[in-house]
T-cell receptor, first 116, second 112 residues
Framework: GENVEQHPSTLSVQEGDSAVIKCTYS??????FPWYKQELGKGPQLIID?????GEKKDQRIAVTLNKTAKHFSLHITETQPEDSAVYFC???????????????FGQGTILTVHP | IAGITQAPTSQILAAGRRMTLRCTQD?????MYWYRQDLGLGLRLIHY???????GKGEVPDGYSVSRANTDDFPLTLASAVPSQTSVYFC???????????FGNGTRLTVT
């Protein structure tokens, strides 16, 4: 089955700096890669996603890049703000593991802290 | 506000007891899922349901069962709780096979 590795596990930046979180996946058939943000006491919320037919997607201060050849994708947050502090999860979907519904495999998570 | 409602928000349970975690969605999504979240392990799929009347096993199904009698409800049952089932449990739903997942706010379960 799919295996997703996420790095780093913790990331600390100063307000205004950029933050980058990287994920690798194992199943070359995966074709959908969402990123989730989880705030304390809440469920994960989708912040951006990318499909395998594009290499980069941007939404204001966040962007995701995908390299299908190398099987890795990254989340980029520019001009970080204290409210960006949260746990971020990457995920990969659409591999070869049977029924495709809900076959999202998550990374282990990155705790991002933005210091004012 | 449309979304997913989970209950209870937290629970302390004695080992060996039976427990049902409730999940209701009002978005008329076809697919629903149960994940558990453990530190350092991310989110792992327990069971899922593609549509009402069908269920399937995820990555860590042992010790858990689910049912999907209608579109809106997807309860998760622990028949005989064990301490290793101490975790935060999230219910999620999606409209189509490759649509984003919408998560509830979780149930924090402690088995003593």
């Amino acid at each position: 089955g799919e295996n997703v590795e996420q790095h780093p596990s913790t990331l600390s930046v100063q307000e205004g700096d950029s933050a980058v979180i990287k994920c690798t996946y194992s199943d070359s058939a995966s074709n959908y890669f969402p990123w989730y943000k989880q705030e304390l006491g809440k469920g994960p919320q989708l912040i951006i996603d990318i499909r395998s037919n594009v290499g980069e997607k941007k939404d204001q201060r966040i962007a995701v890049t995908l390299n299908k050849t190398a099987k890795h994708f990254s989340l980029h947050i520019t001009e970080t703000q204290p409210e960006d502090s949260a746990v971020y999860f990457c995920a990969a979907w659409g591999g070869t593991g049977g029924t495709s519904y809900g076959k999202l495999t998550f990374g282990q998570g990155t705790i991002l802290t933005v210091h004012p | 506000i449309a979304g997913i409602t989970q209950a209870p928000t937290s629970q302390i349970l004695a080992a060996g007891r039976r427990m049902t975690l409730r999940c209701t969605q009002d978005m008329r999504h076809n697919a629903m899922y149960w994940y558990r979240q453990d530190l350092g392990l991310g989110l792992r799929l327990i069971h899922y349901s593609n549509t009402a009347g069908t269920t399937g096993k995820g990555e860590v199904p042992d010790g858990y069962s689910v049912s999907r009698a209608n579109t809106d409800d997807f309860p998760l049952t622990l028949a005989s709780a064990v301490p290793s089932q101490t975790s935060v449990y999230f219910c999620a739903s999606s409209g189509d096979s490759d649509s984003p997942l919408h998560f509830g706010n979780g149930t924090r379960l402690t088995v003593t």
